[in-house]
């Protein structure tokens, strides 16, 4: 990130603030029940995508959205909220209009309809947490997951994306056709249970006992 200091820079400075103008800073969050992770990418059009750091902070350490961010840039991220051009907040749990999240296991809201003017974010969008892991099954990443247990792939089949943090996560990839992935949230790690046999009825009272 670049000093703003008065006078006319130096040539090697001017090499340098023409690189970052055509740099693209993107800040990339992940808030869960209890940890929020946090990553910053450079996106070049020559070198494309490139991590350049990541933090994680307790989320219950902060009273709201708003103080965990105040803590992420006061605790040396290496970009300010001014010099950041995307915005994407992965959150646990349903999500309102691409804008807004009261996630169950976390105790403030996250709103982002005015980004600009509550957290001096550009341009910020907020998608569940598990819709961002679908995306990731489909990057390079995910393709170099490692394998449990043997399967057989089926083209063109809805793909499950399931995984245990705080809570239960799930989304769905689902096929649009045209050979891509369409991610599809879901909240059903809040479902109930449904008990339908007497054996799957003792489980639930021994459960409650």
């Avoid at 059903?188 to 249970?193: E, K, L, R, S, V």
């Amino acid at each position: 990130m670049l000093k703003k200091e008065k006078g006319v820079p130096k040539n090697s400075d001017r090499v340098i603030l023409l690189k970052n103008i055509m740099d693209k800073h993107i800040l990339a969050a992940d808030i869960g029940g209890t940890n929020s992770r946090f990553a910053h990418f450079i996106a070049t059009e020559k070198e494309g995508l490139a991590l350049n750091r990541t933090q994680w902070l307790k989320t219950k350490d902060a009273s709201s959205f708003k103080h965990l961010l105040e803590q992420l840039f006061e605790g040396g991220f290496p970009v300010a909220p001014a010099d950041i051009d995307i915005s994407v907040v992965a959150v646990a749990g349903p999500v309102e209009r691409g804008v807004y999240s009261k996630p169950p296991f976390i105790s403030w809201e996250i709103d982002v309809s005015n980004a600009q003017g509550d957290y001096k974010l550009a341009e910020c969008s907020l998608i569940n947490d598990f819709v961002a892991q679908a995306y990731a099954c489909r990057s390079p990443v995910g393709e170099k997951a490692e394998q449990v247990l043997d399967g057989r792939i089926v083209l063109d089949a809805t793909a499950a994306v399931i995984g245990a943090g705080t809570g239960l996560g799930m989304a769905a990839l689902a096929s649009d056709g045209k050979g891509g992935f369409i991610p599809v949230s879901s909240e059903g790690g809040h479902a109930n249970f449904p008990f339908v046999s007497k054996e799957e009825t003792d489980f639930r009272d021994f459960l409650l006992r």
